[in-house]
């Protein structure tokens, strides 16, 4: 029987193995890593100020902002006064964001398919269940 601590290893190692995947193959895309990431994050919470996108990331503030401005230069995000605070700005997808989301939502369902491969329905039902738990695990 293997250790927590080597289950642990292990599952690191597939988590950096599946972003070095998903890298690659958004760069193709013209989108690094940084930048998809704070695409999805923007995207699943529009409005979001630039703090609270920086926490969710665990970046500093200061590199989310540099990273927001390269995208809001590229079209692929906006900035927009937030109404209750002059000081903060709201950022959200850009036009140039849609076309990018729908491929990388078709590269992680590709991803996700190789990962799962030879898995049945129960399967993965059942590993998507023992995920949860341990994710709420690490939140209590």
């Given at each position: 029987?293997r250790s927590r601590r080597g289950f642990a290893?292990?599952?690191?190692?597939?988590?950096?193995?599946?972003?070095?995947?998903?890298?690659?193959?958004?760069?193709a895309l013209g989108v690094t890593g940084s930048?998809?990431?704070?695409?999805?994050?923007?995207?699943?919470?529009?409005?979001?100020?630039?703090?609270?996108?920086?926490?969710?990331?665990?970046?500093?503030?200061?590199?989310?902002?540099?990273?927001?401005?390269?995208?809001?230069?590229?079209?692929?995000?906006?900035?927009?006064?937030?109404?209750?605070?002059?000081?903060?700005?709201?950022?959200?997808?850009?036009?140039?964001?849609?076309?990018?989301?729908?491929?990388?939502?078709?590269?992680?369902?590709?991803?996700?398919?190789?990962?799962?491969?030879?898995?049945?329905?129960?399967?993965?039902?059942?590993?998507?269940?023992?995920?949860?738990?341990?994710?709420?695990?690490?939140?209590?």
């Amino acid at each position: 029987m293997r250790s927590r601590r080597g289950f642990a290893l292990r599952l690191g190692a597939i988590v950096r193995q599946m972003r070095r995947d998903f890298d690659r193959a958004a760069s193709a895309l013209g989108v690094t890593g940084s930048q998809w990431t704070l695409l999805a994050v923007v995207s699943s919470n529009p409005g979001a100020t630039q703090r609270i996108i920086a926490e969710t990331l665990d970046m500093t503030e200061a590199a989310t902002g540099r990273l927001i401005d390269r995208m809001v230069a590229e079209g692929m995000l906006e900035r927009r006064p937030k109404p209750d605070d002059r000081r903060a700005y709201c950022i959200h997808p850009g036009p140039r964001a849609e076309p990018v989301l729908e491929r990388l939502a078709l590269l992680g369902a590709e991803q996700e398919e190789r990962l799962l491969a030879g898995f049945t329905a129960e399967e993965r039902a059942a590993f998507s269940g023992l995920l949860d738990r341990v994710a709420g695990n690490l939140q209590a």
